[in-house]
């Protein structure tokens, strides 16, 4: 699993792409949201996966990266969510966070391809960080550094 380098140097770039983020506490979401509008990004929010699902075909223009949390309320998980829409548009960028280590959520998860994760709590400047590594790479890789 690839994660996003521990002591990022400088500060990530901005962008103006769209980015749905998901996570079922406010209290993480919103600022996290903040964050990415201040590096110029559209952001759009949603609570659980579901209505993550209702946001993404309400919204017209494309979807560059989900921003997910793995274990959310509802029916479904962040995981499953991010297959679904990767189903629909296979270049989405997809970021993971949760409250679990890195390794933990490989546990958990069985996850063996090469993600981009977020452990929580991170720093604003590591999301965006995160953000702009997943849109600057290539299609069919979504890999940042280890730490």
């Given at each position: 699993?690839?994660?996003?380098?521990?002591?990022?140097?400088?500060?990530?770039?901005?962008?103006?792409?769209?980015?749905?983020?998901?996570?079922?506490?406010?209290?993480?979401?919103?600022?996290?949201?903040?964050?990415?509008?201040?590096?110029?990004?559209?952001?759009?929010?949603?609570?659980?996966?579901?209505?993550?699902?209702?946001?993404?075909?309400?919204?017209?223009?494309p979807i560059s990266v989900l921003v997910t949390d793995m274990v959310m309320t509802g029916d479904l998980s962040g995981w499953?969510?991010?297959?679904?829409?990767?189903?629909?548009?296979?270049?989405?960028?997809?970021?993971?966070?949760?409250?679990?280590?890195?390794?933990?959520?490989?546990?958990?998860?069985?996850?063996?391809?090469?993600?981009?994760?977020?452990?929580?709590?991170?720093?604003?400047?590591?999301?965006?960080?995160?953000?702009?590594?997943?849109?600057?790479?290539?299609?069919?890789?979504?890999?940042?550094?280890?730490?």
């Amino acid at each position: 699993m690839m994660v996003v380098q521990k002591d990022p140097v400088g500060r990530p770039g901005e962008g103006a792409e769209t980015i749905l983020l998901v996570d079922d506490e406010d209290a993480v979401r919103k600022p996290a949201a903040g964050v990415l509008k201040k590096y110029g990004y559209c952001v759009l929010q949603a609570a659980t996966a579901e209505e993550a699902l209702d946001v993404w075909k309400a919204h017209s223009a494309p979807i560059s990266v989900l921003v997910t949390d793995m274990v959310m309320t509802g029916d479904l998980s962040g995981w499953e969510l991010a297959q679904q829409l990767l189903d629909v548009q296979p270049t989405l960028k997809v970021i993971y966070t949760s409250g679990y280590s890195a390794k933990m959520a490989a546990e958990v998860f069985h996850i063996t391809s090469q993600i981009i994760f977020l452990q929580k709590p991170y720093l604003g400047q590591r999301l965006a960080e995160a953000v702009r590594t997943a849109l600057d790479s290539p299609a069919a890789t979504n890999n940042t550094e280890e730490k």
